[in-house]
Structure formats: C-alpha cells, structure tokens
C-alpha cells in the first residue's frame, strides 16, 4: 500500500466554513486518493466564530481563551458538546478507515461520506429534522415541554426547573394569547420587534387581572420570560431574529416596594398565645426569619439537618442547590425544643400567607406605610396596613436585613442566604433612609 493511501488522525483538519460570519457551521477536510473530502457537523453545532479558536482547530472552552465564557456555565458547556462533536466525529471517520484498510481497500471520498453519516446516525440535513413551529406559541409550548423533560436546566445549579417556573412560563403564554387576540394578530418570531414590546406593554396598561392592574415588575417578568425563550430559539437555529437582544427590548423594573419586620415586631409576634395549627404557621415563619431559609426549604427542614452539639443548620437549598450552614439564634432553639427537635408542620404557601397576616395584625404590625408605584401606565400612590404585605418571603428579607442592622458582616449573611452577589443581595436589604443614618451615625467618619 503506497503512503497516499495511510491515513492518520493528523490528516483530519477541522476548520469553520464561513469565517466571516457571524456563525458557521464546521468543517472536516482530509485528502482521499488525491480527492478532498468534505463533510461539516449537523446545523446544531453551528459555533460563533469569535468562539473558534484558529490554532487548536476546536471552540474556546475557558474565560482565559475568550472573555464571553466568564461567568457563562452554559456557554461553556455547550462549547463543550462542540469539542466532544468534532472528536467523536474524528474518531468515527478514523474507526470507518481503519475497518476499509483492514479489508486491504481503499475508501472513495463519497463512500467515507456516506459511511460516517451511518455510523453517526445522521439521515441528512438536520436543519430538515428539526420541528417545525408555525408560530411563536407553539414554540413556548415546546420550550415548556424541554424543561418538563429536564432538555433544559437552571444554569446556574444545573437543577430542573421547578413548577414555580413553569406557571410563569404558561402565565406568560396565556397573556400573549390575549394580546394576540385582541390585536387580530399571529405572534411569528419575526413579529417579537422592539415595536412588538411596547404594544404588549401598552395592551397590558389596558388590561386588568383578578388582582387590578398589571405593575412593572409583572410587565417586566412576562417581557424576560419572552427574552429567554427567544434567545433559545435563535440559539437552536429556528430564528435568525435577534430583536429581543437588542437594548430597546430590555426587562420593565421597578424597585419593589417589600417590607421586613422588625427585631420588635418579631418579638411581638413570638409573644403571641395561639392554639397549635397557628402557632405552627407563626412558628414556621420564626424559623425563617431567623435563619434567612426560603419557604421551600423550610418545608424540607427536618431533624437531620439540626446539630444541636454545634447549634447549627446545615442543608442544600432546593432553589439554587447551595450549601448553607446557619448558626441558630435562641428564638429558633426554644421553638424547635417546644417541637422535640422537629421543625412545626408547615402548610401551603397560600394558606401560610393569609395566616399570617392575621396573625401580624393580632401582634399589632399595624403601622401606616405609603409609597408610589407605576401600575396601569401611570405612578400611583398607595397606602397599605404593614400586616396587609406580609408572605412568607418577608421572613427571608426581615433576616437579611435585622442582621445587616446589628452589623453582621454582608459577606456572612450572604453565605447562610446562599446569594452569589451583592447586587441580588442588597435587594433585601430594606431599611429606610432614616434606619441607615442611625446605622452608621457613630462611625468615626461622622464625629
């Protein structure tokens, strides 16, 4: 056999096929008996080209190589499922000459071609295998259905994304369902413009749900829902729109107007004689104020998570599967003592929040609290009972912010409420311009 007919891996050269776009497809070249062949991966693992790195012939696959996989676990892995593409598809082509060679015969280009789309499982042009979506609301269908099956995980903790989620996912289908119907109009991607955005904000200042008016953050939690399934559509090639990317589509913010409960207020509430069902809501809650824990895992606490030797909890959070280790204040080792060391019974979340809101009201967290906020298109001002706004999540903020008060290190809470930055943490933080110059006002700088 003449040396033109020995192949080695070296021979396989993978490369992009169009490198002055924006996104190509990858190529594999090698020379077959003085004939190049040709073959490029399926459509799915089409690559940005700023991705592609020029000397290594394979994708970026560390922030040190490329600035964008900073922070992006899911960009990282899917440069990934690039890599391990191109090595599967080496190893296959490598397999399918070596088994021609061991018969003493040497493959046509169109025979290696035909050979590898087999032993890869590839019928044709996957573009044609896709499914096909008439319109946008097919595709969040879709979309929904990939994350029921798991196809689609939260990026940060890799976990499934919860029922949570998911209603808000159909929430958001079924207001764009009433959009669609009341402007006579089929929701295509190509129709998701920034035009789009403002008539959907604009059709939800005219709509009114069970609770009143849409405010901002639902108007902005139904555009950032649209923005993330868009950017799975353009990822996985069934839309070449990218207006959702773009600045004049940004998520609709305000800042919420939440409250906490005071060291005060909670020690009144803490007072209360209540019989045993209430007493478990009220007592639920306590635990949670005084441990920062979300509801979810407050309901998953049990003894084995308890270190009465170290005076410590420690689990994995079901939100964002964190580690969190919290030392336990007196509070929450008298209630958990009333109970033989079992955390209370919790109910469900709806039924807990209306509890407690009678119970607050019982311990007199009745002061007046006025603000302003946009609902319906226009900046209202509101006046409420502090009791009317209490859920379960006011504990989460009350622990943040009782203990930024008596000056427990930011970085400490953050590690028992298992937040990753500042920023998402300091929202919790809820004291009042008033509060935070008694905080600092015998700081050295101020005397």
Same mark, same amino acid.
């Given at each position: ?381 509101? &006046?409420?009972? *502090?009791? @009317? ?6 504990? =989460?903020? +009350?622990?943040?912010? #009782? $203990? ?12 028992? &409420?298992?937040? *990753?930055? @500042? ?6 933080? =809820?004291? +009042?311009?008033?509060? #935070? $110059? ?10």
């Amino acid at each position: 056999m003449s040396n033109k007919n020995i192949f080695t891996r070296s021979q396989i050269k993978f490369s992009l096929k169009n490198a002055t776009e924006e996104f190509s497809l990858i190529r594999l070249r090698m020379t077959v008996n003085g004939v190049r062949f040709s073959y490029c991966l399926p459509a799915d693992y089409k690559i940005k080209t700023d991705y592609w790195d020029k000397d290594a012939k394979r994708a970026f696959e560390t922030a040190k190589q490329h600035k964008d996989l900073k922070g992006n676990p899911r960009l990282v892995v899917s440069l990934q499922n690039i890599n391990r593409e191109i090595e599967k598809t080496a190893s296959a082509l490598i397999d399918i000459i070596e088994t021609y060679r061991s018969q003493n015969i040497t493959p046509t280009a169109s025979i290696l071609q035909d050979e590898l789309r087999k032993q890869l499982k590839y019928k044709g042009k996957q573009e044609e295998e896709k499914p096909f979506f008439p319109d946008f609301m097919s595709y969040i269908d879709y979309y929904i259905d990939l994350c029921k099956q798991g196809k689609i995980l939260n990026i940060d903790s890799s976990t499934r994304i919860s029922e949570g989620t998911l209603a808000t996912y159909k929430s958001t289908k079924n207001i764009l369902k009433k959009y669609a119907a009341a402007r006579n109009v089929v929701l295509s991607f190509d129709s998701i413009t920034g035009e789009f955005r403002k008539d959907f904000i604009n059709f939800l200042y005219e709509t009114k749900h069970n609770k009143g008016e849409y405010k901002a953050n639902s108007i902005g939690k139904f555009i950032k829902i649209i923005k993330v399934i868009m950017g799975h559509a353009l990822e996985n090639n069934f839309t070449t729109n990218k207006s959702s990317l773009k600045r004049d589509f940004r998520v609709l913010r305000e800042d919420a107007n939440t409250i906490y409960l005071s060291e005060k207020e909670l020690d009144a509430l803490y007072a209360l004689e209540l019989p045993p069902n209430q007493a478990e809501v009220r007592d639920c809650f306590l635990i949670a104020c005084d441990t920062g824990l979300r509801y979810s895992d407050i309901s998953a606490l049990s003894r084995r998570h308890i270190n009465m030797e170290t005076k410590m909890i420690t689990l994995i959070t079901y939100k964002t599967n964190t580690k969190v280790v919290i030392p336990m204040r007196k509070r929450v080792r008298e209630i958990l003592k009333k109970y033989n060391w079992r955390p209370p019974q919790t109910q469900c979340n709806q039924a807990t929040n209306r509890m407690l809101k009678k119970l607050c009201e019982q311990a007199g967290i009745t002061e007046l609290i006025s603000y302003t906020e946009m609902a319906g298109g226009t900046r209202k001002e509101c &006046t409420f009972r *502090k009791f @009317e706004k209490v859920t379960t999540h006011t504990a =989460r903020r +009350s622990f943040a912010t #009782n $203990a930024f008060m008596q000056k427990v290190s930011p970085l400490s809470i953050m590690a028992m &409420t298992g937040h *990753k930055t @500042e920023t998402s943490f300091m929202k919790y933080i =809820r004291i +009042s311009k008033e509060e #935070n $110059a008694q905080l600092i006002q015998d700081h050295k700088f101020f005397e």
